[in-house]
């Protein structure tokens, strides 16, 4: 029998190269999960430590960013997209930020407006525009 033949017998035995590399890849997706709740958890806790800003800003430009996932359910395709929008504001110092705004938010946006930007940290809050 040579190294790649298939059976029972001595040679290449995917089961327990499986069953090797498995533990390896569980701990490794757990620890990203963990990675990715701990990175939220202190952004989170960033924000709410800086003081709510109200400054003077130019609204810039506005961009979306589309997720798609397909999962298939009993010989069904399922598709969900979502979709983040992202604001583009400059300040009186001339620096930009953006943020993630709502979906309603992002189409009352204009480019060229200029307001009050009110944000925490990295959290958006609002946007008054001058009349």
Same mark, same amino acid.
């Given at each position: ?79 969900? !997209?979502?979709?983040? =929008?992202?604001?583009?504001? %400059?300040? *009186?110092? $001339? ?6 705004? !709502?979906?309603?938010? =992002?189409?009352?946006?204009? %480019?060229? *407006?200029? $307001? ?16």
């Amino acid at each position: 029998m040579g190294m790649f033949d298939s059976g029972f017998g001595m040679g290449f035995n995917m089961f327990s190269i499986m069953s090797f590399i498995f533990p390896f890849i569980f701990v490794f997706v757990f620890a990203m999960i963990i990675f990715t709740v701990i990175k939220g958890i202190k952004q989170w806790s960033y924000n709410n430590k800086q003081p709510v800003l109200d400054v003077n800003a130019k609204f810039i430009t506005k961009r979306t960013q589309v997720n798609r996932n397909a999962h298939q359910d009993n010989n069904h395709v399922h598709h969900h !997209s979502s979709t983040t =929008y992202y604001a583009t504001f %400059e300040v *009186d110092s $001339g620096d930009r930020m953006e943020f993630i705004v !709502s979906g309603n938010e =992002y189409g009352q946006l204009a %480019e060229g *407006d200029f $307001g009050k930007l009110t944000f925490q940290g990295t959290r958006y809050l609002g946007f008054e525009r001058w009349q």
